[in-house]
């Protein structure tokens, strides 16, 4: 069971006009116990909090007991359809943009680290953070595997750089790139804050937060606490990839992190010989997504056996080859994205 299971239960639940969800400060699930912390609207109500907490939860699978407990100081009521929780923003970054996926397999990170090097090349000032802890690739896809990060004279960890970009990911605190990584919720959610907020990333126009695909712990948690300039979800054409986008869509306008727009991967294929286009996964699936979902298109990415050599290689497209269909499509959406995130 993933906290978002209990926050959509909370969320069909209400005390004085306000859903249980806002009032949510803490959720641990130890075992088969949940326990959950609310921020109280006023005195006199806990009764009635406990009440409707063990109705909206009891058909959740996992849980046998449920704990409830209320926070002394807390703020004033919040208002109906606001978030309760309070974001805060990594000092020296103006932009922080999250890449996401409603599932893994779409390239995510490949786009992540191209969409980086492109905002650098455009002039800007760019950090690269690697937030999937559980199968980091951007050591791989960067060319920094086996690196190692060390610490300045504030205990701040200096990110690594490369091709002009800083570079953080778990990945340079393992023995091995082998090493796996087996931590539960509350250790991966200090690692991640750790990695934002106790980094010396100095003065950034951009910081690129590499998702982990999904709408789980790791999302939920960091659009809770992290003040995002937007979000951009990346897809394939194929009906199973957008599927599942569409969910990652949802969460973000939930936690009312706006979305910047839709990266179509793999999107057409370019034959060599004769220069034609393929649309080997379908031709306008997710520009009907995108419309019905009042989204913009960022840009299309075509099948390319360079864009997943060179990141193979650690030498990413928009680097190793800049003149490329693939690399000039990065720049357009790079474009794009700065276009947008400066007019707000």
């Known amino acids: 069971m993933a906290v978002k299971d209990v926050m959509d239960a909370l969320r069909d639940m209400t005390i004085e006009n306000t859903r249980l969800s806002e ?18 609207p006023k005195k006199g109500l806990e009764e009635d909090i406990v009440e409707r907490t063990r109705e909206a939860l009891e058909r959740l699978a996992d849980v046998e ?13 919040p208002v109906m359809g606001a978030p309760a929780f309070t974001r ?3 000092p020296g970054i103006k932009h922080l943009i999250a890449v996401g996926s409603g599932k893994g397999g779409v390239g ?19 950090g690269l953070l690697d937030a999937d802890i559980y199968g980091p690739s951007i050591p791989t896809i960067m060319g920094v595997k086996g ?10 960890i200096i990110p690594i750089e490369k091709y002009g970009i800083k570079l953080l990911s778990i990945g340079f605190l393992l023995p091995s790139e082998d090493t796996p990584v087996i931590w539960r919720g509350p250790m991966l959610m200090k690692a991640l804050t750790q990695f934002l907020f106790d980094v010396n990333w100095g003065e950034l126009d951009y910081l690129v937060l590499d998702l982990p695909p999904g709408t ?15 979000a951009v979800v990346v897809t394939t054409p194929q009906d199973v990839a957008l599927a599942d986008v569409k969910k990652a869509v949802a969460m973000f306008k939930e936690v009312q992190i706006p979305v910047l727009g839709v990266i179509e991967n793999m999107a057409y294929f370019i034959c060599p010989d004769s220069g034609k286009k393929y649309y080997i996964f379908g031709k306008g699936k997710v520009a009907e997504f995108a419309s019905a979902y009042g989204l913009k ?26 003149d490329s269909d693939s690399a000039r499509a990065f720049f357009s959406i790079a474009k794009l994205i700065s276009d947008i995130t400066e007019r707000r």
């Open 23 to 40: 009032l949510v400060k803490d959720i641990k699930l130890i075992g088969k116990t949940l326990e959950i912390v609310y921020r109280l």
């Open 88 to 90: 805060r923003k990594v």
């Open 147 to 156: 690196e190692r990060v060390s610490v300045d004279e504030n205990n701040r």
């Open 65 to 77: 007991d449920v704990k409830v407990r209320f926070v002394e100081d807390v703020p004033a009521q």
């Open 216 to 230: 789980g712990d790791v999302q939920l948690t960091l659009a809770q606490n992290v003040h995002m300039g937007g």
């Open 297 to 322: 298109i960022l840009g299309s990415i075509p099948v390319d056996p360079e864009l997943s050599q060179t990141s193979d290689l650690g030498k990413p497209v928009v680097e190793s080859h800049p």
């Open 108 to 126: 995510k990170s490949t786009v992540s680290a191209n969409l980086a090097l492109a905002l650098s090349k455009l002039g800007y000032r760019v």
